[in-house]
């Protein structure tokens, strides 16, 4: 027997108009999150099964991060939206989302120095801001990653990785998406311009704030240029540090950039909030994005660790008018219903995260009775 839903809905479940287009049902998000089943890097079948369990009438899905190019590869079997057979692919996915009625935006990724020769087409050097490598990490499962050392991109390289995003963009509503979402977190190649641990250069794209976050500002304004501002929006991490990529002063690293979206009048910005701290045993979000929110003019999504409680806490206070969840999403395909009625949550398993298998740790995990 279902628990019984509140008589007054929670804050995490009132409707929510997004930018002159959108009307949401509800403020749950599922964040983008790598699953490395795109097997030669082309989206699956599967794929739409796995989405269209996590859509609802009303919700807004972010894809897994999507490569822009060829170069933009560092994960095995990871898609893109850079050919013709990968728009394809992506069509009957997006068509299984739009039946739920829900929205669907594509995260548009470049790893940058986050990848191997392996990856990079005829076996060259990643590209990044630097020639700086990123440090052996351990994966969840205990192995050790490695990376290979980056070439620098010449200051006249970078126009054609912005306009690899913009092809991408095209190549993302083509294929029937909402919109884009561009990755400017996680250590990936826009950070990799943005934080000052990273970026060593001493040309127009190094040293100054306004010079380290030119790139991704330039990536901002040819989507918007291509696709429309109200079909944009960007995803940002400053207090992050991953995959060698940290910053010394995040403060005002994110809100250089929350102040200078508003001059492209993009649809929204996502946050990932600093570390969990632990206060009387609970992990709790830290609610350290307030400032960037109010800069912003547009939709603001908090992302990261997010529960119920600290959900329903961040919506009606004002702190965030969207709250994205990864983990709790991936575990639990009818998460909004779920939240709505308090109703016990799957277990994720960390170990099913990242393998291959259609199914397994996919589009297994139970909904409710």
């Not at 890097?41 to 807004?60: E, S």
């Not at 350290?288 to 929110?293: G, K, T, V």
């Not at 999504?301 to 959900?311: H, L, S």
């Amino acid at each position: 027997m279902e628990p019984e839903a509140e008589s007054k809905p929670i804050p995490l479940m009132t409707p929510y108009k997004m930018g002159s287009t959108l009307d949401l049902a509800h403020r749950v998000v599922l964040a983008p999150l790598t699953r490395q089943r795109s097997y030669g890097n082309v989206p699956q079948p599967h794929a739409a099964v796995y989405y269209g369990q996590r859509a609802t009438a009303g919700g807004m899905l972010i894809t897994e991060a999507t490569g822009v190019s060829d170069t933009a590869q560092g994960y095995t079997d990871t898609p893109g939206v850079w050919t013709a057979e990968q728009v394809e692919a992506w069509r009957p996915v997006v068509d299984a989302v739009h039946a739920k009625g829900a929205a669907f935006f594509c995260q548009l990724w470049h790893v940058g120095r986050v990848s191997t020769y392996g990856f990079q087409p005829g076996g060259a050097a990643p590209v990044s801001s630097t020639e700086r490598m990123v440090g052996p990490q351990v994966r969840h499962d205990g192995s050790r990653e490695e990376f290979s050392p980056p070439r620098r991109l010449a200051v006249e390289e970078i126009p054609l990785i912005v306009d690899d995003f913009r092809k991408a963009a095209r190549n993302a509503i083509d294929a029937g998406f909402d919109g884009v979402e561009i990755h400017g977190g996680n250590g990936y190649l826009i950070e990799q311009f943005l934080k000052d641990s990273a970026n060593d250069r001493d040309d127009g794209y190094g040293g100054s704030l306004e010079n380290r976050c030119r790139f991704a500002l330039e990536v901002v304004a040819a989507v918007v240029k291509e696709v429309g501002a109200h079909r944009v929006g960007i995803r940002l991490s400053p207090f992050m540090d991953y995959m060698d990529c940290h910053d010394s002063d995040p403060h005002a690293l994110g809100l250089h950039m929350a102040t200078k979206l508003n001059d492209h009048g993009i649809l929204y910005l996502h946050m990932i909030e600093p570390r969990m701290a632990l206060v009387d045993g609970r992990r709790v979000v830290p609610h350290r994005l307030l400032p960037y929110r109010e800069a912003f003019k547009g939709t603001f999504i908090a992302n990261g660790g997010y529960d119920r409680e600290e959900g329903d806490k961040a919506v009606s206070s004002g702190y965030a008018d969207l709250v994205s969840f990864g983990r709790l999403f991936l575990a639990n395909p009818d998460l909004p219903k779920r939240l709505e009625l308090n109703a016990p949550l799957n277990k994720y398993n960390r170990m099913t995260f990242y393998i291959s298998d259609p199914v397994v740790g996919y589009t297994d995990y139970p909904f409710l009775p």
